[in-house]
């Protein structure tokens, strides 16, 4: 039996890559909508654990795009990496200086599209000796025929495949930790999640009362 290796938000740093407009709209594998709350809630995640968070960008300049702009909006202080060709990120060295300064082992990635950009990334990082937990649902593609092979590719590699709920959860271990502030990111992003939320509010304020 494999090792559990949790994630632990001591050890972790958060890459986003390529969530570039004009990238996303090949993104086929998730609807629009479903995929822009996964990314922005990946992101949430990030800025609520404090995670050291690094930016990247390929040929922006170009039919590529700008980065997804409430990214750059939550990370204003974050080491943003303008690509001017690689497509593999890890081929950048500012890139790979930025992820080392982090001082962590535990690289949280996600990306556009999946079989490049993420995967590139992913197994390079499994090869400089990183733990790599690709969040699937934050990173997208073709379609799902390309999304799956890319997934066996990486997990095949050793990365281990994980959902943004999965990651926020395992981060926080204990809802004692803060209840209210992780209920309310999960709010944000899961409308059912907000039903509980508003189900715990309502009993919290019949016991004052």
Same mark, same amino acid.
């Given at each position: 039996m494999s090792e &559990? @290796? @949790? %994630?632990?938000?001591t050890q972790a740093a958060l890459l986003l890559v390529d969530h570039q407009s004009g990238l996303i709209s090949l993104v086929q594998d998730f609807s629009p909508d479903d995929f822009k709350n996964n990314v922005i809630a990946l +992101?949430? !995640?990030?800025? $609520? $654990?404090? %995670?050291? =968070? !690094? %930016? =990247? =960008?390929s040929f922006d300049e170009g039919p590529n795009g700008p980065i #997804?702009?409430? !990214? +750059?909006e939550r990370f204003p202080e974050a080491p943003f990496i303008h690509r001017p060709g690689q497509i593999n990120a890890w081929d950048n060295e500012d890139f790979v200086k930025a992820v080392e300064a982090t001082g962590r082992k535990q690289l949280i990635i996600a990306g556009v599209v999946t079989d490049v950009c993420v995967a590139f990334v992913a197994l390079s990082a499994v090869e400089a000796g990183y733990d790599v937990f690709v969040v699937t649902d934050a990173s997208g593609t073709f379609n799902t025929t390309v999304q799956q092979a890319a997934w066996q590719r990486m997990q095949a590699a050793g990365c281990q495949l #994980?959902?943004? $709920? +999965?990651v926020a959860c395992e981060l926080h271990r204990d809802w004692?930790?803060?209840m209210e502030g992780l209920g309310s990111l %999960? /709010?944000?992003h899961l409308p059912n999640y907000r039903n509980l939320m508003t /189900? &715990? +509010?309502k009993l919290q304020e019949a016991k004052g009362g």
């Open positions: &559990y @290796k @949790k %994630l632990d938000k +992101a949430d !995640i990030g800025k $609520f $654990f404090e %995670l050291p =968070t !690094i %930016l =990247t =960008t #997804v702009p409430e !990214i +750059a #994980v959902n943004w $709920f +999965a004692r930790n803060d %999960l /709010s944000n /189900s &715990y +509010a």
